[in-house]
């Protein structure tokens, strides 16, 4: 009796193990087959591709934290060397990589109309603080590029230098401090405490004190906004197996306490302003308009309003993008000055001779366009050390590559590779080296457009770069 019963056990114990394998086996060969079903798509089109491995496509070194992206496309755009632009495959979505000067600039520029966004998906519904300038749309992108393009105007930038120079003085002020304890400086952090310190001020009129102030709530979530983690790979791929999975998972954008500070602490300085009928003459003032123009107009369709929470992720989008580019340029900017000494030596007799041209003694904010030498040195920094390493944009229809026979389809989504661009030798020799005299008049005429852009590029360029 026993005996049978421990058969029939045994034998149901099996069929259930086969059951549970074989429904884990057709899982796995229906997930396998799913991502590694778009491989041949390069090859179908005649493109030059760099061959994909199953199921990860070329992207597999990155899902396991083995490379970075930067090295990923740096990777990319040499396989494809000698071809104008080619295939690769983030998992199992089809890239396609630009690699000639000319055709970047007529992607990013001339074709703009074709190319108006990043392509960048994400879920609004699970990430309100993405409603802004960077993932947005081309309707609601414009609309609100064109309200918020006045913010750097030169006159603005302008009003904002006294309040800049508080900041550097109170900078310099704590390093001589510092420097009467120890003589090692953090300067990556110094330089986020900087650049928090400027933002803070120009653009939301707060006083921050970051430099001194060690509890700052804007630097410790600052700190989290780009920091890389789990989620952020986790966000990746599966954005790239397929976007529904956003949606599924509720992957988030950004860490949600920092999301939840920012949103709470950007509506509460518009309410504040608002109630308290303060007049200033900065970013602030300016969401508070089109806030009035656009989101509280009765006279508008509603398909033509935007919401407070446009308003309020622009207000955020602005600090984000603008304190990490900021205080990592300028930390990789004094790197390069700290390692060499005769640029560092040339920089500060440039500036020494603007100030004692003017009466005051002092570098105005008029002096900057003099300032020759220290520009080139910002703009090598810019090369070598872009902030974005790539541009990505999305076809909004089909479009042919000129002078090719091939045709993108609606939604192809493009990489631009900065940062190879940046690197190549036939355009900028001996890359590795810091050399601010590729940035002198003769050398820069000397190199095609196309080759340059650590703003990107066309409409959709970095709002803060100015144009003096
Ligand atoms: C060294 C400083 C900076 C660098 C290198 C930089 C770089 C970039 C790059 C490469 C892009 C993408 C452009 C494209 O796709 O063509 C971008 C976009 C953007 N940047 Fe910057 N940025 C810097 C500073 C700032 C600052 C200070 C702000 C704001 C105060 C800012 C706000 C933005 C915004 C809102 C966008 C999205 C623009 C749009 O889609 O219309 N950036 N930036």
Known sequence: MFNIFAMFALSSYWSYLAVFVSINSAILFAFYNYCSSTHGFWKTLNVPYVRPIPVFGNYFRVAFGMEHHVDLYRRIYHQLAGHKYGGFFQMRTPYLMIRDPELIKTILVKDFMNFPDRGIETDFSINPL????????????????????????????????????????????????????????????????????????????????????ESSEFVKYGKTIFKPSLRVVFREISVMINPVFLKILRIRDFPSEASNFFYNTFW?????????????????????????????????????????????????????????????????????????????????????SIMAKNSSGEIHNDSFTELTYLNMIISETLRKYPAAHALFREASQMYQIPNSSLIIAKGQKLVIPTYSMHYNAQYYPDPETFDPERFSQEEKIKRPSGTYFPFGDGPRICIGKMNR
Request: charged share 30%; net charge neutral; proline share 1%.
């Open 130 to 213: 993405s409603l802004n300038l960077f993932f947005s749309r081309s309707k609601d992108w414009k609309t609100m590029r064109n309200k918020l393009s006045p913010t750097f105007t030169s006159g603005k930038l302008k009003s904002m230098y006294d309040q800049i120079r508080n900041c550097s003085d109170l900078l310099i002020l704590n390093l001589r401090e510092t420097l009467k304890e120890t003589d090692e400086i953090d300067f990556k952090s110094t330089c986020l405490k900087y650049s928090t310190d400027i933002m803070g001020t120009c653009f939301y009129g707060l006083k921050m004190d970051s430099l001194v102030d």
């Open 268 to 352: 509460n300085i518009m309410k504040y302003r608002e109630e308290n009928n303060i007049v200033r003459n900065d970013f602030v003032q300016i969401l508070m308009q089109v806030r009035k123009d656009l989101v509280l107009n009765e006279n508008l369709l509603p398909e033509e309003k935007l919401t407070d929470t446009h308003i309020i992720s622009n207000a955020f989008v602005m600090f984000a993008a603008g304190l990490e580019t900021l205080s990592s340029s300028l930390s990789f900017c004094l790197y390069e000055l700290s390692l060499k000494k005769h640029i560092q030596d040339k920089a500060r007799e440039e500036i020494k």
